[in-house]
């Protein structure tokens, strides 16, 4: 299989200009900028690539929502705020093929006729900041960014900006407000960021990865990218992010659909303990509905796990064995999100640390046979009632814990223990 | 315009609106707590949210802009689920210390934990712990447990005053509201979080411990602090002092509160209007008649002193008012003054600091503008001592200030040597009130019925909101007396009403105004002639 997204991390020295040009890299964007913007903005619609950072909106028809006219300023940002836990693909892109990146901002920027591309980088990634600082530079100093680029007389800013460790910045408006100087909020939709984003500016925002298929759909055309993968709707390359219970967790790429255990037991080494079967998996990302191992024979894209209730997130799969407290693992998946939550919204704020506390006291050996259902109904409580998808992302993987795993709460409450611990230490 | 039917009711709004304010005009308050008409849209408080026809989830009201064709149910069961788990929410990690909070009685948590809650609780951790009694500010307390993090205390100091003392900290659920190191809460409209804040959590330092709210009596009044004359609600006690051995009713002014009315002072008053009442209190009143000042006579004893010495004075007689004096007593002085033959009448100029963007006024005369309407420009305090000066008043009519005893006249000795009598008529000890040769209990501000004009030549309603202290009557009541004892015919006034029909008669810009068409908000000048 071709490896399209990661073919250059391997190089030496493969975040530098040189090799980046040495493997064609930047003619994407020269064969771009002699393009009508409009027909680059058509063309990444007909590929049909999917925004990589979780929510799976279609790039091209994000990109129809901005104004074709009007004497605005308008940008782009490039969300590199890789939060979901689970996930650290775009660090790879970030810190291995910082031009690759580069280069789709440029075109997707030159695409919506944006003025300045602004990227956007979660605190802890110092080694990518840097990374990218450096690729920044080397973009400027060859006349890829800046002023008149390669002489086509379009203008485009680069802009790292670095975050201060909020997972709520990575939600698209709260981003926005974090760059402009304030508290990371997410705002009120509509309006919508193509109308009034950045600075009250029309913007498009995208994920690292999304970004990073651009230059392809650009040099190869979406014909050839609608063969990768499970066309009309799942196309392209994709990463996957695989960690725990694995013997070689990492990120691998593949088309996307790649079966999950061939993820799991090929790429992935099989389960890291062969007496430790696998129990449950969590496809894509902390925050989306988990799957019993009985449910595991699923392809990872887009419609075929949300046929089974799931998501594809960020592709951050999750692999966890026999050994695992399933009431341990939401309450530690939940610790996260109540310690993440913005509290600017009642549910998310009240509702994430009402249930992280009942799962520890269901952990510790005191649940009561309610806590089940009250859990639920807590989870629909915040879901669909809350600003920003942070609520969501709280409530679904609870429900789903509760619902996949019922037994295994109610034995926690019936033997006022947590039954997993026990049954190892007795083993 | 945009229809659209809100609980099977057809209304037709301005495009624009929200479905919340489209609600109100149905008379159908949609429950919130972040939402405030003068403060932009936070939308956190999730309180609103109602069901739209065709939207997949429900919508929040206040940002939710009609469209035509929209159909919204904000009373159906899926949105009172939300609603009550939304309440569930809020208490969750709420203190629940209504019997020591000064907001229960009026507190949105109570009255929508009533209306929309489920009664019980399914929380049975332990309640999140934070600060309780920060102060904040000169005027201003914070319980940071109470709190809702509505935001709409922060909204007010960034929009309003746009000072951005107060903001949030931390994060999530251990989210708190407060100020940065060194920079208290004082804007000088600070009083307004308390007004808006919805639950207990800021409460005015003044007002704290006080009273219950249940025990005041409110009426609507103005604020004679400034030339503005903000429309505000005075909330007077009427609980009984149980600590007492008489059991008599504590009939003081507790607190003033603002009123809206767009035209004056929207939503807000600042904190020195709001705190204005205390001058009620910070000096002795004059409780009953004097003759002379400190020898207490029967009020009919001393009336008659009064208008013996006027009458003798007469054609030499002036009259020196506060320009918070209202325009019933000014034209009541003013009539009494003709007839005596006099026409030396001023008005005390009270000007201090300078006007502000908002709603300070530098005039600190609530109704200068009614006096110079009834006196004429000249109408000046120095008009008054230059004809002392020069001998020409013989007996000087000092009215005092109904509000501030440090805006009393105080007439300097070698001013006060050239008049025989000084006959003071106000309601505290305080300037020529120690000195006078008559002094007249008079009504405080908050203790008659009366109109004041504003900067902008609004006339508007100050009110009785309870009984004057002693023998203090109105203004105009005293003029009556007085003429009456003088045998000087005066119209038989039996109530501001009726003097304010004089006023009409006798004032260009009272003419065809009446208490009613004044109304709650005040009129316009020139409102009441037009056809």
Known sequence: MERILTRNIHKDDSQ???????????????????????????????????????????MGVKFSFMPKDGDKPMYLICN?????????????????????????????????????????????????????????QEAYDKGYAGKNILGSGYDCELVLHRGAGAYICGEETSLMTSLEGNRGYPRLKPPFPAQAGLWGRPTTINNVETLANVPFIIDRGADWYLTLGKPPNNTGPKLYCLSGHVKR????????????????????????????????????????????????????????????????????????????????????????????????????????????????????????????GLLENIADNIQGQTICPLGDAAAMPVRSFVQQFRSEFQEHVDSKTCTVAHAQAHD | MPKLTIDGREVEVEAGKTILQAALTLGREIPHYCYHPGLSIAGNCRMCLVEVEKAPKLLIACDTRVQDGMVVNTDNQRVRDARASMMEFFLINHPLDCPICDQAGECRLQEYATEHGRGTSRFVEVKNISEKAVD????????????????????????????????????????????FPERPLDNGYSGNVVDICPVGALTLKEFR????????????????????????????????????????????????????????????????????????????????????????????????????????????????????????DMLAWRMLLEKLGGDTIGVRANHRGDDDDLLIRADKGANSRGAAW?????????????????????????????????????????VREKIANVI????????????AAVVLPAAAWSEQDGTMANFEGRIQRVRRCHLPQGEGRPGWRVVRDLAEAAGIEMPPWTSYVEVLDSLAEQVEEYRGLDAESIGLLGAKVGAGTAT
């Open chain 2, 209 to 328: 411990f006080q009273t219950r709210v249940w025990y005041l009596d409110n009426t609507p009044s103005i604020c004679a602090g400034c030339a503005r004359g903000c429309n505000i609600i005075v909330s007077v006690g009427t609980q009984r002092e149980l600590m007492g051995t008489q059991g008599q009713l504590d009939e003081s002014v507790k607190r003033l509160v603002p009123r809206f009315n767009e035209e004056v002072n929207g939503h807000w008053m600042c904190d020195e209007g709001r705190l204005s009442y205390q001058r009620l209190y910070s000096a002795p009143r004059i409780e009953r008649a004097q003759h002379p000042a400190g020898t207490v006579v029967p009020w009919a004893d001393a009336v008659s002193a009064a208008a013996s010495a006027l009458k003798s004075a007469a054609g030499k007689v002036a009259v020196l008012l506060s320009s918070r004096t209202t325009s019933e």
């Open chain 2, 374 to 414: 009834i006196f004429g420009e000249g109408a000046t305090e120095d008009a008054v001592l230059d004809a002392l000066l020069l001998g020409r008043v013989e007996a000087l009519v000092v009215v005092g200030d109904p509000l501030d005893p440090v805006d009393t006249a105080n007439l300097e000795a070698r």
């Open chain 1, 16 to 58: 530098s200009v040189s090799v980046y040009e040495a493997g064609g890299g930047y003619q994407s964007l020269r064969k771009a900028l002699k393009m009508d913007p409009d027909n680059i903005q058509e063309e990444v619609k007909r590929s049909g690539l999917r925004g990589r950072g979780g929510a799976g909106f279609p």
């Open chain 1, 249 to 372: 967790p990492g990120v691998y790429e593949a088309p996307m659909g790649l079966p999950l255990k061939e993820l799991i037991y090929d790429l992935g080494g099989g389960m890291l303990h062969d007496d430790r079967p696998l129990k449950a998996v969590i496809p894509g990302g902390s925050s989306v509905p988990v799957l019993r191992a009985e449910q595991c024979d699923v392809d990872l894209d887009y419609d075929s796990l949300a046929a089974i209730g799931t998501m594809l997130g960020s592709a951050g799969v999750m692999v966890m064995d026999s050994s695992t407290c399933m009431v341990k693992a939401i309450e530690r998946i939940t610790r996260f999100y109540a310690h993440e939550s913005c509290g600017q919204c009642t549910p998310c704020r009240e509702g994430c640390g009402w249930l992280e506390k009942i799962l520890t006291r269901i952990e510790a050996g005191q649940g009561r046979q309610e806590d089940m």
């Open chain 2, 136 to 179: 904040i500010g000169p005027h201003v307390m914070l319980d940071q447990e109470r709190c809702i993090q509505c935001s709409r205390c922060i909204r007010f100091c960034e929009e309003v005053t746009g000072t951005g003392e107060l903001n949030f900290f931390r994060r999530g659920q251990r989210t708190v509201i407060g100020v």
């Open chain 1, 80 to 136: 590199a705020d890789e939060s979901e836990p689970g996930t650290f693909k775009d660090r790879v892109i970030i810190e291995k093929d910082p031009h690759l990146m580069l280069e789709g901002c440029l075109i997707s920027s030159f695409a919506i006729r944006a003025r300045a591309c602004f990227i956007y980088i979660r605190g802890e990634y110092v080694h990518g900041a840097r990374v990218l600082e450096k690729a920044i």
């Open chain 2, 424 to 435: 003071h008529v106000g309601p505290f000890v305080a300037g020529t009130a120690e000195s």
